[in-house]
């Protein structure tokens, strides 16, 4: 099986993400981003307090915040919120979390615009869920971008 052409970009953490979704049968792939769901990580006190600090994001239906954060090691944080009643917005925010936050700014960037099409499941969420996780990681790229063009 010859890998995708995105991998050259893909960092670890998110390449295991999307084979761990690809070694599954489509029908259980729902299943593992309901597991995702169930591990978005809790935001910072910063941020909880604060919660207009991040971002909404305006291709989720569901009310969506993130925030893409570059620290002065150039290691990303990403951060997000996504209401438990949301389950499937929820695991994508989570894949994002896991799979961004240690990353350097770069490692960030590089990560192909196409990822959220590319864990398999294009069948089993609706185009405009897909739509809410694309719409999340452009965010945070973009957010990244303004941080390390600030510091330069």
């Known amino acids: 099986?010859?890998?995708p052409p995105t991998d050259a970009a893909l960092p670890a953490t998110l390449a295991e993400i999307r084979d761990d979704f690809l070694a599954l049968p489509e029908r259980e792939r729902l299943q593992l981003l309901l597991e995702f769901a169930n591990e978005l990580p809790?935001?910072?006190e910063r941020y909880a307090s604060a919660p207009g600090m991040l971002e909404r994001i305006e291709e989720c239906q569901s009310p969506v915040r993130a925030f893409a954060e570059v620290g002065d090691d150039d290691v990303v944080h990403f951060?997000?919120?996504?209401?438990?009643?949301?389950p499937t917005t929820r695991g994508f925010a989570s894949i994002l979390a896991q799979g961004l936050s240690g990353l350097t700014a770069q490692q960030v960037l590089d990560v192909p615009d196409d990822?959220?099409?590319?864990?398999?499941?294009?069948?089993?969420v609706s185009p405009l869920r897909l739509g809410g996780m694309s719409g999340?990681?452009?965010?945070a790229k973009r957010q990244v971008r303004e941080q390390v063009a600030a510091r330069a």
């Open 136 to 139: 999340m990681l452009t965010r």
């Open 1 to 3: 099986m010859s890998a």
């Open 79 to 86: 951060y997000a919120t996504a209401p438990a009643e949301a």
């Open 115 to 124: 990822f959220p099409g590319s864990i398999g499941l294009t069948r089993a």
């Open 42 to 44: 809790d935001l910072p």
